[in-house]
């Protein structure tokens, strides 16, 4: 069973800071990484995708990537309220049509 | 901005009745697909559509569902007699390539009372 873990949190961070979300993946073969935003009762939007080890940086969002560890994650700079939502890590397999195996989410909350 | 876009946005049917969920991916996009989400739990594959034919489905998606491009727009979900259990957000994705990011639609909350 593949599967994505992540911490459910919620974590809680000032207006300002940094939030650090992670994400670990057991299938090795997993290839495409995403980082969705979901507010409650909404439909999860894309955030950041990856694809290759290292870091990729757009705007106030930074994505890492480290295959060898398996883990990825998503550093949000200069947190701010609108941030507050639950994100969700997303990977794709090997093979077949790629669909989206999705850890349940980290919810963050930034306070002012 | 192109997006997906799923009709009704919150439909509640009865427990035994047939129900159809709508969606439009965006227009050149070529992979579709169904998720659902049960209120407080993971985002979870139902079924992929590629080139007009099922290409991989989930154990989830048995004999109660279907899908169906009727025509060159439309992408539909049918669930044939719903369940209690089916009570859950869809949410319909396409993807322009495979191995592409997906763009979800707005979702339709279904309640099967």
């Known amino acids: 069973q593949k599967e994505v873990e992540q911490n459910s949190g919620p974590l809680s961070v000032p207006e300002g800071a940094i939030a650090s979300l992670n994400c670990t993946y057991s299938?090795?073969?997993?290839?495409?990484f995403f980082w969705y935003r979901q507010y409650s009762g909404k439909s999860p939007e894309l955030i950041m995708s990856i694809y290759s080890n290292g870091d990729k940086e757009d705007g106030r969002f930074t994505a890492q990537l480290n295959k060898a560890s398996q883990y990825v994650s998503l550093l949000i700079r200069d947190s701010q309220p609108s941030d507050s939502a639950t994100y969700l890590c997303?990977?794709?397999?090997?093979?077949?049509?790629?669909?989206?195996?999705f850890g349940a989410g980290t919810r963050l909350a930034v306070h002012p | 901005e192109p997006e997906v876009t799923q009709t009704p946005s919150h439909q509640v049917t009865q427990m035994g009745q047939e129900v159809i969920l709508r969606c439009v991916p965006i227009s050149n996009h070529l992979y579709f697909y169904w998720y659902r989400q049960i209120l407080g739990q993971k985002v979870e594959f139902l079924v992929s559509f590629y080139n007009n034919e099922i290409s991989e489905k989930s154990e989830i998606f048995d004999d109660q569902f279907s899908v169906e491009r009727p025509d060159g727009s439309n992408f539909t979900l049918k669930i044939r007699s719903t369940k209690l259990e089916d009570s859950a957000m869809y949410f319909c994705a396409s993807k322009l390539q495979v191995n592409t990011e997906a763009f979800f639609g707005q979702g339709t909350r279904l309640t099967v009372v």
């Open positions: 997303a990977v794709t397999g090997e093979g077949g049509y790629n669909k989206l195996i």
């Open positions: 299938d090795r073969g997993s290839q495409s």
